[in-house]
T-cell receptor
């Protein structure tokens, strides 16, 4: 079975500050890991994904995440927050045979203060 | 089409009525997924299709929920005898194949049962 825990349902940062959204996973098989972003009244957009290979993954809009197997973590970071980053962020896990079937975390709402 | 299209975008129905939600995936995508997003439960996997068959229906919450896909394209999610707890946003996604790791999401159908 697979599961995802996102620490913090709400995170608030100042514009220009570091963004850190935490995600821990549980998986009995090598996981595929994802971060999705959802803007109000819109669907989900893929930010980045880890499948195999390099553990530091770069995505769109300046975000990156690092897969740490020993810590079962896949935290999302961005060096400098922009107002446009305000949205809800979802971490998700899947297995290699059903890559598109995703198990999501509860989501973290990111607020960016001017 | 250019993206995953869902209709209607909003649906208000009376308790006990049946509803049908439609998903038109990206052309050529063989895998199609339904998810439900609600305040209490977050994002939940419901069912996926590979072609016209549904190998995994494990997420359907009750026998009032069913889905079909015809012609390897459009899918319909049907909820019979709707209950207030069915109120949620129903999201559809598609990918090139089930093993593919990037699923593209539609904007969802917001269902309100009154």
């Amino acid at each position: 079975a697979q599961s995802v825990t996102q620490l913090g349902s709400h995170v608030s940062v100042s514009e220009g500050a570091l963004v850190l959204l935490r995600c821990n996973y549980s998986s009995s098989v090598p996981p595929y890991l994802f971060w999705y972003v959802q803007y109000p009244n819109q669907g989900l957009q893929l930010l980045l994904k880890y499948t195999t290979g390099a553990t530091l993954v770069k995505g769109i809009n300046g975000f990156e995440a690092e897969f740490k197997k020993s810590e079962t973590s896949f935290h999302l970071t961005k060096p400098s927050a922009h107002m446009s980053d305000a949205a809800e962020y979802f971490c998700a896990v899947s297995d290699g045979n059903q890559g598109g079937k995703l198990i999501f975390g509860q989501g973290t709402e990111l607020s960016v203060k001017p | 089409g250019a993206g995953v299209s869902q209709s209607p975008s909003n649906k208000v129905t009376e308790k006990g009525k049946d509803v049908e939600l439609r998903c038109d995936p990206i052309s050529g995508h063989t895998a199609l997924y339904w998810y439900r997003q609600s305040l209490g439960q977050g994002l939940e996997f419901l069912i996926y299709f590979q072609g016209n068959s549904a190998p995994d229906k494990s997420g359907l919450p009750s026998d009032r929920f069913s889905a079909e896909r015809t012609g390897g394209s459009v899918s319909t999610l049907t909820i019979q005898r709707t209950q207030q707890e069915d109120s949620a946003v129903y999201l559809c996604a598609s990918s090139l194949a089930i093993q593919d790791t990037e699923a593209f999401f539609g904007q969802g159908t917001r269902l309100t049962v009154v």
